[in-house]
Each structure stands twice: as C-alpha cells, then as structure tokens.
C-alpha cells in the first residue's frame, strides 16, 4: 500500500507563485516517475510535468518557463514551484508517483494523491 499526501494549494492572484508538496509513504522499494496532473472543470486530466529517476524532465507546454519539479529521493518527495500563475492555471492539483513495492515479486504501483486546488484569481 502506498499512499500520496499532498499540500501548498490555495488562491492566488495572476502573476503570484505557489508550491505543491507530495510525500510518498508505505511499502515503497523504489520510485520511477514522479508527476503532477491537473484537471479543470470541464476538462480531462492532463500531465503538467514528470521527473523520472534518472532526472528526465517533461513539461505541458503551457507551463514551460513557469513551473518547475523538482524530486527529492531520500524524502520520497516532489514539488512543484509554480510562478506566474495565470487564471487558466485553475484546476485540481494531482501528485501521482510509479514505482515498485516491497512485496514478493516487487509488484509495480501506480498511485495518485487526493488533489489539491489551486485558484488564480484574474
């Protein structure tokens, strides 16, 4: 069981800065990819950014130059730095985190966390 705890949403004036917490915790053995999604009202869910454990980064391009992830392994944590925040930024915030546990075989997990808002007031 691996469970994802999420924090640092909240509103925000355009052109303010936010940073989302997401520590990993349970029978962990390791972790590939780390990320965050958001979904807006309306909308599908969509990949925001990722880091995987070799350090790979991938950006939506709306966030490029904006938003920076950043991991940090002994914690079992990722952030996300969010500057220059625009009103289309709003959405539901989601940690999600791949890895393998510690049960026989080292069975794979995929697991989200509860979301966080984040509001951009214009």
């Known amino acids: 069981q691996v469970q994802l705890v999420e924090s640092g949403g909240g509103l925000v004036q355009a052109g303010g800065s936010l940073r989302l917490s997401c520590a990993a915790s349970g029978s962990i053995f390791s972790i590939n990819a780390m990320g965050w999604y958001r979904q807006a009202p309306g909308k599908q869910r969509e990949l925001v950014t990722q880091?995987?454990?070799?350090?790979?980064?991938n950006y939506a391009d709306s966030v490029k130059g904006r938003f920076t992830i950043s991991r940090d392994n002994a914690k079992k944590t990722v952030l996300l730095q969010m500057s220059s925040l625009r009103p289309e930024d709003t959405a539901v915030y989601y940690c999600n985190v791949d890895g393998r546990t510690l049960a026989w075989g080292r069975p794979g997990f995929s697991s989200w966390g509860q979301g966080t808002q984040v509001t951009v007031s214009s």
């Open positions: 880091i995987t454990s070799g350090g790979s980064l």
